[in-house]
């Protein structure tokens, strides 16, 4: 039996208005993961080895899901001030050459132990900056894919790449529709110029604006744009013509992240003078005004940074309760067993989680010596995989049926989860929920602080330090 999951509405200004609390957000605005898994990747353990994930892998195939491959191409020109990503600063695109042969290696090793007549339905190229790579080398990274998995040419396909509009043209796009990518996301940050300058990211709306036309006139399905807010020198005023520039270009999907500063942990981030930072004030007054714009345009607020436009297959998905977050955000493919390839990448295979090393030596050495290059991982425990589906069911529907959580894993689930709920009272005195017989919706104003409530059930959250996570609002 499936969670019902309702329709997700989106937010006019006047709800945005009658349910922004400044008061309630300041006081939930603590630390918290963003449950992009569950348990978080500070779960992880150095004990799971390669032949945990290749046993995971041979397991997966008795379910024959369809499969979603991740690409981590971590090679960056030049650096942006408030990247907190995986990354190799370097204009000299023949490394990559080197790297490419390795992530041949590891699909080899994974293709062995895995039912490649599995689908494809989705593929996701991230980084770092995918465009680092040149047409020739982006066509051979395709084909040595489609080789060793066999990529798919379905119109429902699910093939995203991430582009730095800096580092592409059109050229880029109708050479990257010819290699089956039919969803592009364009990192923008931010469009005013003074912002740009503090980031070391130069980067005139036109360059955007042509990318996109294009990418309409080509006929791919969808186009995210990224933006940051909390950057130095931005105001609510400021973020606001950004946000209205945006709009106009109207793609399908926003992605508007908080910007974490914690430069003790990103050494990029230590080029950014703390003083230009804006205030807990001008931050929240930039969040209202983003949701307000954003809903009074016609997109609907996903959860969390991310907004759709309602024709979008996101917001279709979520109202038809078959959305899904990984670790690239939400996903409108459920059910499909992750591969992660290259630095850094995790894969999220039948019960396990495994990650690569972020050290590009690292990786290279143990693919060179024929072994995968998994460092570290978990294979969930019952109580993981029980806890998982509550959160992600939260995470992505808004709500919880707790008769549905009962009846799949065979569980009393409002006893199973009686310290949790317990933990939950005061959020549904402050009106973030609402709890119902066995239902638990969040509200529009529970929707802003769904991290929070997600933490009521992470049952490693206490062994763990908040320093570690990104401030919920």
Not at 120 to 126: A, C, N, T
Not at 163 to 177: G, K, Y
Not at 268 to 291: C, F, H, V, W, Y
Request: glycine letters at 6%.
């Amino acid at each position: 039996m499936s969670v019902h999951a309702p329709g997700a509405p989106s937010l006019s200004p006047a709800c945005a208005q009658t349910d922004w609390d400044e008061a309630l957000l300041r006081r939930y605005d603590t630390s918290g993961p963003r449950y992009t898994s569950y348990p978080t990747a500070l779960s992880f353990h150095e004990h799971f080895t390669p032949d945990d994930l290749t046993q995971a892998l041979m397991r997966s195939n008795a379910g024959r899901r369809p499969l979603s491959l991740y690409v981590h191409i971590p090679f960056c020109r030049n650096i942006c001030f408030y990247c907190a990503c995986n990354k190799i600063a370097t204009k000299n695109t023949a490394l990559a050459e080197s790297y490419l042969a390795r992530l041949d290696r590891e699909m080899v090793l994974i293709a062995r132990h895995l039912d490649t007549s599995r689908a494809v339905e989705q593929l996701h190229w991230g980084g770092g900056t995918p465009t680092f790579l040149n047409l020739n080398q982006m066509g051979d990274l395709i084909d040595r894919l489609d080789a060793r998995f066999g990529l798919s040419s379905s119109p429902d396909r699910d093939y995203a790449i991430e582009i730095d509009p800096r580092e592409a043209d059109v050229l880029t796009l109708r050479h990257l529709q010819s290699l089956g990518f039919n969803r592009v996301s364009l990192g923008v940050q931010d469009l005013n110029p003074l912002v740009q300058k503090a980031i070391n990211r130069i980067q005139p709306r036109v360059l955007t604006e042509t990318l996109m036309d294009e990418a309409h006139r080509l006929g791919f399905r969808s186009l995210n744009l990224d933006l940051i807010y909390g950057l130095p020198f931005q105001t609510e005023k400021s973020f606001a013509k950004t946000l209205q520039q945006v709009i106009e270009l109207n793609p399908a999907r926003l992605s508007v992240f908080n910007y974490a500063h914690l430069p003790e942990r990103f050494a990029p981030q230590r080029r950014i003078n703390a003083d230009d930072l804006p205030g807990s004030d001008e931050k929240l007054a930039i969040l209202r005004t983003t949701i307000e714009l954003l809903t009074a345009a016609g997109y609907v607020h996903i959860g969390m940074d991310h907004f759709a436009r309602a024709d979008d297959s996101l917001a279709t998905a979520q109202r038809e309760g078959s959305l899904q977050r990984n670790f690239q955000g939400y996903s409108s493919h459920a059910q499909c067993d992750l591969i992660g390839l290259g630095v850094s990448a995790i894969s999220r295979v039948e019960d396990v989680y495994a990650q690569n090393p972020s050290d590009l030596s690292r990786y290279e050495t143990s693919l060179d010596n024929g072994h995968l290059a998994t460092l570290r991982g978990l294979r969930l425990s019952d109580d993981d995989l029980i806890r998982r589906d509550v959160i992600e069911h939260l995470m992505c529907d808004m709500s919880i049926d707790l008769t549905a959580i009962s009846q799949r894993w065979n569980i009393d689930a409002p006893s199973y989860f009686a310290p949790a709920l317990a933990r939950l009272q005061s959020a549904e005195q402050d009106g973030l929920l609402t709890h119902s017989g066995d239902k638990i919706n969040a509200t529009p104003k529970g929707r802003l602080l769904i991290r929070h409530l997600a933490m009521a059930f992470d049952a490693h959250l206490p062994q763990q330090s908040e320093q570690h996570y990104s401030r919920i609002v």
